[in-house]
């Protein structure tokens, strides 16, 4: 096993140029080496794919990684590419039969690292390939998916195991996330079949983080005020909301002489990646965003990170907010709310979720506009416009997006967001025929270009129209894409020996099994869903009324009842500014009494004591530094005693 280790040690420096494992990533590293089933809990940012890249270098066989995230897949895809490791990725948005020849390329050894769609397990094609694999790991990704009471469920991911079953005894295991209550942990060693399950974390603290909330009806003002103070420091990033109001807050910011980019699904892709570059190069201090940014950027100097308003769920809120300081040096998570806020969030989530007759009907309405029969299956994906189900379903936006992530998420369709803009070509002409058209063609570099398409889409463009990214193209054929477009123009009207297809961005969809006369899918399932996302949001909205320490009512909520108070998120400074005394021991003996009965809230606590607010908060902050008391995490405000 040493030796193993020794050969990781010498990769992570020769491709990836670190010179050791960070903590934490070494202790994994060795785990997987010996053949231990592992759980990894690494805080967003803390170099969990290494965990599984660098081990797979060293083994003889493949690794194969299940991620739900089809574009950080592509992503982590093409930046080992880069560095010479070789990788692909299966997953519903590309054709079968490129499936069917990365799989044959897998079982030929040709890939050290093999990324995975979760639904993708469960085909045909991919059970009858299966015992001709060689591999060695099974990295299962975002595993917080795997339970019902995470933030993200999807069923998929409780049949890894069943799915893998062939194997499971013969290869080794390692589940990752960044947010996994202790519940979500149980639930995932559970599933996956981990008997003596091997869990490392490197905790939920990240002690150069100052927790901050805002509380004002003057939201407007007290974000500009806190930006403004903050840009100080260096670079930050705002979560806005909506596309509007990220615009709207761009411009606002700049105009204040903080330079200043929105960035939201509405920019066209290359317009964002620019975006993204420059603010991680430094040349854009401000982004305002909706959280569609942030997933795979990695930005180690931005310094804060402000909330305009409340996230959904305390692990959300946890990663977004967690980007700021991950070069370990000072910076600040900063949440701004007014008391509506809560309010608003219920009513919002309640008016955007749909029924189970909601979701029955936009699944009919997508299977409609594919011209899908019962009992008939899709073969590739294709584009849909979320348009569709808001006319025909005369559903708001908010509730026709929030029925498709749904049917996405409980593996009903397989949805791809921002898809990167293609080229489909599809040859008129058979293969000789074709041959004939190039031998016959006066113009020599008319027939180069054909000869240069014919093997850039390959012989499956004789049969379908095949769809290839539109950079890559315009890269293999050396082109721009007028001329492309010009060029594919003559082809087709004047020599009539192909079809081509110009996609801009767009959303695929495809319906992962055979069109049925009834969704399967129980109200019971759809309501239970709901009632988790109202819980988390109710955990949330605790997080920002908590009278004391934020960084201990985060920790103890992911299961770290170790935490103890900073010392300077607001709450740890207010409590202690003017007056740095401890409560005296009859003060302290009060509380405890009191927490030993039940739990109790602040409000309780001062009721039954009679003491001061401020004498009981400092009471409760020393009984958690001292470890003799703690939240508790599933009833926010509440305080118990540490068994």
Known sequence: MQ????????????????????????????????????????????????????????????????????????????????????????????????????????????????????????????????????????????????????????PSYREIRSSLESIADQTRWLALTATATPEVQKDITDSLGFETPNVISRGFSRPN???????????????????????????????????????????????????????????????????????????????????????????????????????????????EAGRAGRDGKESYPILLYRESDYAKAERRLDENYPTRDELEHAYRILCDSFNLAIGSEMEESASFDINQIIKRGKLSYGKARSAMRLLDQFDIIAMQQEVEPAVGVQFMLSQSGLKAFREQCENDEKAEFVDKLERLYGTMAFRDMVQLDEKYVLEKLSVRRNALVKALNVLMQNDQILAFEMHKERTLVKVLEARSSKLHLSKKEVEAHRDNIFRKLELMHGYVRTETCREVYLRNYFGDTSAKPCGHCDNCLRTTKGDNSTPDNEELKAVYACLKQDEQTIEDLCSQTGLPKKTVLQSVQYLIREERITTNPQRPGYYTLLV
């Open 3 to 154: 030796e193993l280790f020794k050969k990781a040690e010498a990769n992570l420096q020769k491709i990836w140029g670190f010179k050791a494992f960070r903590p934490g990533q070494d202790e994994v590293v060795q785990a997987v080496f010996e053949g231990k089933n592992t759980l990894v809990l690494f805080p967003t940012g803390g170099g969990k794919s290494l965990c599984y890249q660098v081990p797979a270098t060293v083994f003889e066989g493949m690794t194969l990684v299940i991620s739900p995230l089809v574009a950080l897949m592509q992503d982590q895809v093409q930046a080992l590419k880069v560095k010479g490791i070789s990788a692909t990725f299966i997953n519903s948005t590309i054709p079968s039969y490129e499936v069917e020849q990365r799989l044959v390329n897998a079982r030929n050894g040709m890939y050290k690292l093999l990324y995975c769609a979760p639904e993708r397990l469960k085909t045909s094609l991919w059970e009858a390939e299966l015992p001709n694999l060689n591999i060695d790991l099974v990295a299962v990704d975002e595993a917080h998916c795997i339970s019902q009471w995470g933030h993200d469920f999807r």
């Open 209 to 319: 983080l100052k927790w901050w909330v805002v509380s004002s009806p003057q939201k407007t003002k007290k974000l500009e005020e806190s930006v403004t103070k903050a840009a100080k420091r260096g670079d930050g990033l705002v979560y806005g909301g909506t596309r509007k109001n990220c615009e709207r807050l761009a411009k606002r910011f700049s105009s204040l002489g903080i330079k200043s980019e929105p960035y939201h699904a509405g920019i066209a892709s290359d317009q964002r990646k620019a975006i993204q570059k420059r603010w991680i190069d430094g040349k854009t201090p401000l982004v305002v965003a909706t959280n569609a940014f942030g997933m795979g950027i990695d930005k180690p100097d931005c310094r804060y990170v402000v909330h305009e308003e409340m996230p959904y769920s305390l692990e959300a809120y946890y990663q």
